[in-house]
């Protein structure tokens, strides 16, 4: 079977642009939770998110986020290359038009129409493979909400190994915007006070974050003839879906566990080798005691001896980019033998009982470093890395 490597990345969150701000905030165990700023508010019950210093619109993030992983990686993608992200798609731009047309403006000035294609997750792949000069068909988007950026390095993965790709720019990004925060303060989902506490029993909810990555992945044998940097290797993944309930966890981790065990075989290695894991882990009641029970399913006594952390704890949950940071901030990790740290735990819940790598980083070698994500509806993704040498 053909390998798959990373050769370049970008990364932004809550800390701004790049992978050096980000690792010092993540490693330093501090947050980026503030007052809301992109909007008002007041209406709602909470009133914090993870917001970056940005004002650009989310098909600006997705190209920035695009070019830097390129040039991270010292390529300009031929025109026989893969895209493949996950997105929502920008709801700013449709709030904008539906503003206008509230106002009832017979002449139109108000509406705002040429860039409601921008509300399209699929405009955004094939706006950045235009930039790219990479042709629509050969482009891909998944918008299948928190494993969404996870399921595109996945699939990018799939293509590569099976030879139908030799290089694809993957990823996804998320801004933090009005309509989909009335969503989630609607389903209390929110913590209030400012503050995420995964796996602590006074854990009361999640935050939003913003977020980007995008990876350039590489079949092995491309990546040597051009002498490309390798980061890590991309050994294998899983994908699986819960089928047990519209928002809420199978309560024994079953679908993590599944996609867990996947992402194992087709890594070909032993879950006593796994030496980190970045969990999925919001600060919800039901999920962090799910994705607890899904690993003890998987790594059984061996699952107490795995350092574990939440590094939502510090971004917030970034929705459609989830998955491909945290992959980043896995990537980051193995490069520097450091584990991030869970911060905001305050009390320990029996039902989450293992190494939650509690308030401080952890020097520790590290080999293969797994990554899990989940969302509404049960889906879940699990991707294994290995550190390159």
Avoid at 39 to 50: L, M
Avoid at 72 to 95: N, Q, R, T, Y
Avoid at 350 to 357: I, K
Wanted: proline fraction near 4%; aromatic fraction near 8%.
């Amino acid at each position: 079977m053909l390998r798959v490597v990373i050769t370049g990345y970008s990364l932004f969150t809550a800390f701004g642009f790049g992978r050096e701000v980000a690792a010092e905030h993540l490693f330093g165990g501090t947050h980026g939770f503030k007052p809301i700023e992109r909007f008002d508010p007041a209406p709602f019950r909470c009133s914090f998110g993870a917001e970056a210093d940005f004002s650009g619109s989310l098909l600006e993030l997705g190209m920035i986020c695009a070019k830097e992983a390129l040039s991270h990686a010292s390529l300009s993608l031929p025109a026989d290359a893969g895209i493949v992200i996950g997105c929502a798609g920008d709801f700013e731009v449709v709030h904008r038009f539906w503003s206008g047309v509230q106002r009832l403006d017979p002449s139109g000035a108000h509406l705002e129409t040429a860039r409601l294609s921008e509300s399209l997750p699929g405009y955004h792949t094939r706006a950045i493979a235009d930039m790219c000069g990479i042709p629509g068909t050969r482009t891909l988007t998944f918008n299948n909400a928190c494993i969404s950026s996870s399921n595109a390095i996945g699939h990018a993965y799939d293509l590569i190994q099976s030879g139908r790709e030799h290089s694809v720019l993957c990823g996804g990004y998320s801004l933090i915007n009005k309509e989909l925060f009335a969503k989630f303060d609607a389903g209390m989902a929110f913590s209030r006070d400012g503050v995420i506490r995964p796996f602590s029993l006074n854990r009361s909810g999640l935050l939003l974050g913003d977020g980007g990555c995008m990876m350039v992945l590489e079949e092995l044998g491309h990546a040597l003839h051009r002498k490309a940097t390798i980061l890590a290797e991309l050994t294998g993944w899983g994908l699986s879906s819960d089928a047990y309930h519209v928002s809420k966890p199978h309560p024994e981790g079953n679908g993590i566990a599944a996609a867990v065990t996947t992402a194992l075989k087709r890594s070909e290695i032993s879950p006593q080798q796994i030496s980190y894991i970045n969990a999925h882990a919001t600060g919800s009641k039901f999920t962090d005691c799910a994705e607890t029970n899904g690993i003890k399913q998987v790594f059984g006594d061996k699952a107490y001896d795995i350092p574990i952390s939440s590094t939502k704890s510090m971004t917030g949950h970034l929705l459609q980019a989830t998955g491909a940071v945290e992959t980043a901030i896995c990537l980051m990790a193995l490069q520097e033998d450091l584990v991030p740290p869970t911060i905001g735990h305050e009390a320990f819940d029996p039902e989450c009982d293992l190494d939650y790598v509690l308030h401080e980083t952890r020097t520790k070698k590290l080999e293969y470093v797994l990554n899990v994500n989940s969302s509404f509806g049960g889906n879940n993704t699990a991707l294994i890395l290995r550190k390159w040498r």
